[in-house]
């Protein structure tokens, strides 16, 4: 019996091996339940109302024909139609004839074993089981029930049909990748619930017969899967609120009360568990922080949007108004899987906008109601057509500085100029989501980025790949003897975490400081950062054990940087990058490396002006720190070197 030695006494090790009973006797009557399911598959008898308690669909359809979001639909139909699927960052092409369990971009393909033998993460046995499972999610079944309401043009109609047909021949009860994870399930439940929503009444009786008794095959697995201990996250989140969707509008499922009241008290709890005091995701990626706000205000809607929701909900969407910023786009801070719990389609950096308008439009926040099109993704369909008429010509921008403390996420504005940098330390238990990018920061110029985040690219088809995309070498801060600041503990688990402190946040009405550090390892950086009008300084200070260290310091280069602009303090280079603008692909990019080795301390300090590197020395900017030029290194370096 493993016990937790870091609490003290009889009381705290007993409380671990209670705990770990409890969890055991969890997974016992799991696996008990699922081989009962699994032996003797449940059926469903009943049928379900042709249209289910949510806002009309046909009405939400008029209200947008001819609109650019409608426009948008009806084109990636087209392609659909064609078998021509946009997954993530990549497009595939699969034939006719869908092969349901095949990574078709790496050319492997799984078979019908009973799911818990499916070796999910081996990439050598089953390929990228997030393009896998993407595909299976049936998002883009939903995109042809729209162009179906848009247009009325049987063809979307039957190949949703169609599809549906050849999934359950493919993927039987229990059997094959497609069942391998809870939230999978779930994210296809939520699919199947609007496509009955939309097209239910299309369906041939025998069709929808068996179309519900499916649907209910994955609410009785829902029920007996839930994360409660392999991923209390977002797994658990979207799992939770899928069993409520199905146990709230589908009440003629014989468990449908408990399940609505079981998914609705985990989301419950969950918002306090998953959600910080400054209202950010306890994941700290930036982009799950959008995926998880979009479940839970959904969740909000199906429980008839109680009181208890809004104050979190609230600060999660302040939260999320900072992260778009004036440009309206997130900066992928941790890991991006391209995922989106509705329309996972168009600009990933922008999602936001949608879940941003629709939080304004049910939490009486008229500055985050976007435009037409921001209403059009997500609020129109989940609240109603009305909601169209809230829409603006332009969005309502954030703008000046603001510390978030809890996730670390610091903002300095000094007027076009925008700084994010990460002044926390990573995220919940293992981390999984987190990248080694502490002390990071991003830069933009007039909406326009100097400074990037690489992304994420993949989880498992490369482990270097992996690696290298979560690791110092591909974020904007320092690495120290070719290390990341924690232990990398597989593609998902990081261990022995870095120590940060926030020393110092002085915000002014034209920029402002931020002075922090990160300890690990026996290493010390702190990283001070100064924006001012026109003009970023940021200087590194290393110190830490006895001997000769190589330090680096990274930038990473978006399209607004100029050779000019920038200046360095020690010797700089040139290499090739990568970035990753969504889960999948890979495109080539700029990183410029500032490089000293010798005995600690070492400093390394880079300007970027706005007016030009030979406005003002690099020198004389770190006097602002109260430095002579003596505590920098000799070599100099005006622009890239």
């Known amino acids: 019996m493993q ?41 469903f008898a009943g049928d379900a109302p042709l249209r289910l308690h949510l806002p009309d669909p046909q ?8 609109s650019e979001y409608a426009c948008c639909v009806e084109s990636t139909a087209s392609r659909l139609l064609a078998q021509q699927f946009p997954l993530l960052g990549v497009n595939i092409e699969t034939g006719h004839d869908i092969r349901w369990r095949r990574d078709y971009l790496h050319g492997a393909e799984s078979g019908t074993q009973y799911f818990r033998r499916i070796p999910y993460l081996n990439f050598s046995a089953v390929g990228d089981h997030k393009l896998v499972w993407e595909l299976n999610r049936h998002q883009h079944l939903v995109l042809l029930a729209q162009a179906f309401l848009f247009t009325r043009r049987a063809e979307f109609k039957h190949e949703i049909f169609r599809q549906l047909e050849s999934w359950f021949e493919q993927n039987p009860f229990q059997r094959g990748i497609n069942w391998a994870s809870a939230l ?4 296809r439940a939520l699919s199947w619930t609007w496509l009955y929503h939309f097209v239910g009444d299309k369906m041939p009786p025998e069709f929808r017969r068996k179309f519900l008794t499916e649907l209910y095959h994955h609410g009785r697995y829902l029920a007996e899967n839930l994360s409660i201990y392999f991923s209390p996250n977002t797994h658990l989140l979207g799992e939770a609120v899928a069993l409520q969707t199905l146990g709230t509008l589908f009440e003629t499922f014989p468990e449908s009360r408990a399940w609505r009241e079981r998914g609705l008290k985990i989301v419950e709890q969950q918002l306090q568990v998953q959600v910080q005091a400054d209202g950010s995701h306890f994941e700290q990626s930036t982009y799950y922080h959008v995926y998880a706000l979009d479940f839970f205000i959904f969740s909000y809607l199906l429980a008839g949007r109680p009181q208890s929701f809004v104050p979190v909900l609230s600060r999660m969407a302040e939260y999320l108004a900072w992260l778009l910023g004036p440009a309206g786009r997130i900066a992928f801070f941790g890991d991006d899987d391209g995922g989106r719990m509705f329309h996972p389609y168009g600009e990933r950096d922008k999602f936001g906008r949608a879940t941003l308008a629709t939080c304004g439009i049910l939490l009486g926040h008229e500055q985050w109601i976007g435009t037409h099109c921001d209403i059009a993704q997500q609020a129109a369909w989940w609240v109603g057509a009305h909601t169209l008429e809230s ?12 510390l978030f403390k809890q996730c670390g996420a610091a903002f300095l504005e000094s007027g076009n100029l925008r700084v994010q940098m990460d002044v926390g330390s990573f995220g919940y238990g293992g981390a999984g989501h987190s990248h080694s990018d502490t002390l990071s920061l991003v830069l933009s110029l007039g909406g326009e980025w100097v400074f990037i985040d690489p992304g994420t690219y993949t ?9 290298w995309f979560r690791g110092s070498a591909a974020h904007n801060t320092i690495r120290i003897d070719d290390l990341d ?6 593609p998902f688990r990081w261990s022995d975490k870095p120590e940060v402190c926030l020393n110092g946040w002085r915000p002014g009405t034209q920029g402002g400081l931020i002075d922090a550090t990160c300890q690990y390892r026996g290493f010390s950086h702190r990283r001070r950062v100064s924006l001012e009008p026109g003009r970023l300084l940021v200087l590194d200070e290393i110190d830490g054990p006895p001997g000769v260290h190589r330090c680096e310091q990274t930038w990473h280069l978006g399209p607004a940087v100029s050779n000019e602009k920038l200046s360095f303090s020690a010797p700089v280079a040139q290499r090739a990058s990568d970035f990753s603008p969504a889960y999948g692909i890979k495109l080539p990019g700029t990183a410029l490396i500032a490089r000293l080795e010798g005995a600690f301390p070492l400093r390394i300090a880079m300007l970027f002006d706005v007016d030009q590197a030979g406005a003002i020395t690099i020198e004389q900017a770190c006097r602002a720190f109260m430095y002579e030029p003596a505590v920098l290194c000799e070599a100099k370096s005006g622009g890239r070197g």
């Open 59 to 66: 009405t939400i359809a008029n209200a947008l024909a001819g």
């Open 459 to 467: 989880y498992i088809a490369s482990p270097e790949e992996r690696a």
């Open 184 to 187: 999978e399930v779930g994210f």
């Open 485 to 490: 600041q924690a232990q990398p503990a597989g």
């Open 391 to 402: 829409a603006k010509e332009q969005r309502s921008i954030v703008s000046g500085n603001r």
């Open 3 to 43: 016990q937790l030695t870091i609490l003290p006494g009889t009381r705290g090790v007993l409380w671990f091996r209670m705990r770990s009973i409890a969890e055991l006797g969890f997974r016992v009557r799991q696996e008990a339940a699922n081989f009962l399911l699994f032996a003797a598959p449940p059926t």
